[in-house]
């Protein structure tokens, strides 16, 4: 995993909902979630056989990436799953999208591969079947930019659009914003994705001066790989302190993460600055534990 996940992870899975939110045409808009019919239309659209969704080559490309990032993530909360209930709803959560995705994602590329035949059209494909995509969107969370809400009037505000509506998604779609999740649910990923960074990124450093120490690359090749790392580290450790200011004390991290310590008798352990705050002479001097 490279250190950019976390941004790529989330960038990623903001373009996937919007897409599937707003790109195909006819789709009512509701103010607390998208009914099924919204997976019908999208596995209709994603299904034809008279032509390909627009933008769909960038969107496959996205839709893999995230697939990719979101079996990772997943990953990271199977292993602690057991130590929180709330992680174990995330889990949850993230299976269920996955799923979702992967069947988006695999009705997206046959569409892809179609080409339309005017001389001998193809029957179009049935009418898909509700369960398929029937949850889809239950855990998104949708709403609109504030220039578009101040400007309806309170009866369109609360009003609720009927199945029929004519037009709807179409007149609204371009400022729908959809989010998957609520961001302060996703401080343990972010945090793993940090830590994961460092680890590979001390396993290369590790590696390189070994490499040096057998004679194989020059100590100026060696040097300009360990401060381009303590670069990269330092600026991670400080966009995530910017972000979440809670994880910048060592306790507060400590905490979050469950984690427990075993200090000898008659000793004390009290780290007088956060985990992010090493200088780097003192980032070059910690142990590299070689089980890791």
């Not at 999208?97 to 994602?105: A, G, S």
């Not at 302060?184 to 396993?203: M, N, P, Q, V």
């Not at 194989?216 to 790989?225: D, G, N, P, V």
Request: net charge negative; proline share 5%; with cysteine.
């Amino acid at each position: 995993m490279d250190s950019d996940m976390y941004q790529r992870y989330k960038t990623g899975t903001r373009y996937v909902v919007q897409y599937l939110a707003t790109q195909p045409p006819d789709i009512d808009f509701l103010r607390t979630s998208f009914d099924r019919r919204v997976a019908l239309t999208i596995e209709a659209e994603a299904a034809s056989t008279s032509r390909r969704p627009s933008d769909i080559r960038s969107a496959i490309t996205v839709f893999q990436s995230v697939l990719q990032d979101r079996r990772e993530c997943a990953a990271f909360y199977q292993s602690i799953r057991n130590k929180d209930l709330h992680i174990a709803e995330s889990d949850l959560g993230h299976q269920q999208f996955i799923v979702v995705l992967t069947t988006v994602l695999d009705r997206l590329q046959r569409a892809n591969k179609v080409e339309p035949d005017e001389q001998h059209p193809i029957a179009s494909s049935p009418r898909p079947s509700e369960a398929s995509l029937r949850n889809a969107f239950e855990t998104l969370v949708s709403s609109e930019h504030d220039d578009l809400v101040a400007d309806t009037g309170p009866a369109d505000r609360d009003a609720t659009p009927s199945s029929s509506a004519p037009g709807l998604s179409s007149r609204r779609g371009s400022n729908i914003i959809a989010e998957l999740e609520d961001p302060i649910d996703d401080k343990a990923f972010t945090l793993y994705c940090y830590l994961e960074g460092c680890t590979s990124a001390r396993r290369k450093l590790r590696k390189t001066w070994l490499e040096y120490l057998n004679g194989s690359i020059t100590l100026e090749h060696a040097s300009l790989l360990t401060e381009a790392a303590i670069d990269v580290l330092q600026s991670s450790a400080s966009d995530i302190t910017l972000r979440m200011p809670e994880f910048d004390d060592f306790d507060a991290v400590a905490d979050f993460l469950q984690m427990r310590a075993v200090v000898a008798p008659e000793t004390m352990f009290k780290p007088d600055k956060s985990i992010f705050r090493y200088s780097v002479c003192e980032i070059q001097a910690l142990p590299v534990d070689d089980n890791r």
